[in-house]
C-alpha cells in the first residue's frame, strides 16, 4: 500500500471523526445524555455501511472503510461508557450497550455485507 | 452550545481522528491477519480503550485536551465497524472463532477501560 493512500485515508478517518463527534452532540440534545444513545447510532450505522462497502466496492474498502467509517466508529468510548454505566447502577443499559450493540452490529454488518454483494 | 464553538471542537476531533486512523491503519500494515482474525483491530481496540481511561480519569469530559486526544485520536485509533464486519466475514469460515473474536474485544476492551480508569486515578511519585 502506498503512503499517499494511507494519508488519504487517515484523513478521511478524521473526517468521519468530526462526523461522529456533531452526530453524537445533535442525538444528546434530542435523547440526553443518560444513554450514549449517539455512539450507539454512529457504531450501527457504521457497521451497516461498512458491510456495504465491502460487498459493493471492495477496492474502496481500505480508503472508506477502514479510514472513513474507521474514524467515524469507535470502540474505546463504548467501552468506557459501558463501564460508566455500570458503576452508576444502570447494569441493563450497561449490558444493552456492550452485548446489544455488538449483537445489533454484527447483523447489521451481515445484512450490509448481503446488500452490498447483491448490488 | 454556539455554532462556532462547535465547530471549532468538531476540527479539533478530526484533527486528532486523523492521527488516530493514521496509527491504526499503520498498525494494520505491520501487523497482519492472523488465522482470519483482525489481529490489528483488535490490538487497537483495546490498547485504545485502554488509554482512553487512563485519559477520562486525569481529564475533565469536555476540555479541548480531552477532546483532541480522547473523542479524535483514541475515537480515530479504535473502531467498531471493522470489527462487526470482521466478526461477520470469519463467521461464515468458523463461527466459534467469529464468536470468540466479537465477545472476546468486548470482554477485553472493558477490562482495559477499569484498568485504565485505575491506572490514571493512581498517583504517580
Given at each position: 500500500m502506498s503512503l499517499i493512500l494511507l494519508l488519504v485515508a487517515a484523513a478521511l478517518g478524521g473526517l468521519g471523526a468530526g462526523v461522529r463527534y456533531l452526530v453524537d452532540v445533535a442525538v444528546a440534545q434530542v435523547a440526553g445524555a443518560r444513554f450514549?444513545?449517539?455512539?450507539?447510532?454512529?457504531?450501527?450505522?457504521?457497521?451497516?455501511?461498512?458491510?456495504?462497502?465491502?460487498?459493493?466496492?471492495?477496492?474502496?474498502?481500505?480508503v472508506l472503510g477502514a479510514g472513513f467509517l474507521g474514524g467515524y466508529t469507535t470502540f474505546s468510548t463504548?467501552?468506557?461508557?459501558?463501564?460508566?454505566?455500570?458503576?452508576?447502577?444502570?447494569?441493563?443499559?450497561?449490558?444493552?450497550?456492550?452485548?446489544?450493540?455488538?449483537?445489533?452490529?454484527?447483523?447489521?454488518?451481515?445484512?450490509?455485507?448481503?446488500?452490498?454483494?447483491?448490488? | 452550545m454556539s455554532a462556532r464553538?462547535?465547530?471549532?471542537?468538531?476540527?479539533?476531533?478530526?484533527?486528532?481522528?486523523?492521527?488516530?486512523?493514521?496509527?491504526?491503519?499503520?498498525?494494520?500494515?505491520?501487523?497482519?491477519e492472523s488465522a482470519g482474525i483482525p489481529l490489528a483491530v483488535l490490538i487497537a481496540n483495546v490498547a485504545g480503550a485502554l488509554l482512553l481511561g487512563i485519559l477520562a480519569s486525569r481529564l475533565p469530559g469536555s476540555s479541548d485536551a480531552r477532546l483532541f486526544l480522547g473523542t479524535g485520536v483514541l475515537g480515530g485509533f479504535t473502531t467498531y465497524s471493522a470489527l462487526a464486519v470482521g466478526a461477520t466475514g470469519l463467521w461464515m469460515?468458523?463461527?466459534?472463532?467469529?464468536?470468540?473474536y466479537a465477545v472476546g474485544s468486548v470482554v477485553l476492551g472493558l477490562a482495559a477501560a477499569a484498568l485504565g480508569l485505575r491506572l490514571g486515578r493512581r498517583r504517580v511519585a
Open positions: 450514549p444513545w449517539g455512539v450507539m447510532l454512529v457504531n450501527l450505522t457504521g457497521s451497516f455501511a461498512l458491510g456495504v462497502i465491502v460487498g459493493a466496492l471492495p477496492g474502496a474498502a481500505f463504548t467501552m468506557l461508557d459501558t463501564v460508566a454505566l455500570w458503576r452508576d447502577g444502570e447494569r441493563a443499559a450497561s449490558v444493552a450497550n456492550a452485548m446489544g450493540m455488538l449483537l445489533a452490529g454484527v447483523l447489521l454488518a451481515a445484512a450490509g455485507l448481503a446488500i452490498g454483494a447483491a448490488l | 464553538t462547535l465547530l471549532r471542537r468538531a476540527m479539533l476531533v478530526s484533527a486528532g481522528g486523523a492521527l488516530g486512523t493514521g496509527a491504526r491503519l499503520a498498525l494494520g500494515v505491520i501487523v497482519p469460515q468458523t463461527p466459534a472463532l467469529a464468536a470468540g
